[in-house]
Nanobody
Framework: QVQLVESGGGLVQPGGSLRLSCAAS????????MNWYRQAPGKEREMVAS????????TYAESVKGRFTISRDNAKNTVYLQMNSLKPEDTAVYYC??????????WGQGTQVTVSS
């Protein structure tokens, strides 16, 4: 069964940190680049970080550059997002998926990140 399961979200104070995980199953994870996306209430889904198949190249949205780090473990079929120096504007539901359009897994349920004092 093709599946993406995000976890690790929660409520954190401004300046805090969280580590998100996305466990993939049912497809050859190591053959796909992966992205983390987020969607805040009333806004469109946006890409925040991407990583190539081998993990050798990463890119970030300007809004998170220097604060977030994407990584992956192909042996565990998992992609991670380390989020530091969190701001209230980082509040959103976070999702992972491949940026490929020809085929991609269905979106998971996401994990809620709330940054508030």
């Amino acid at each position: 069964q093709v599946q993406l399961v995000e976890s690790g979200g929660g409520l954190v104070q401004p300046g805090g940190s969280l580590r998100l995980s996305c466990a993939a199953s049912g497809f050859t994870f190591s053959s796909y680049p992966m992205n983390w996306y987020r969607q805040a209430p009333g806004k469109e889904r946006e890409m925040v970080a991407s990583i190539t198949e081998s993990g050798g190249v990463t890119t970030y949205a300007e809004s998170v550059k220097g604060r977030f780090t994407i990584s992956r473990d192909n042996a565990k079929n998992t992609v991670y997002l380390q989020m530091n120096s969190l701001k209230p504007e980082d509040t959103a539901v976070y999702y992972c998926n491949t940026p490929r359009r020809l085929w991609r897994p269905s979106w998971g349920q996401g994990t809620q990140v709330t940054v508030s004092s």
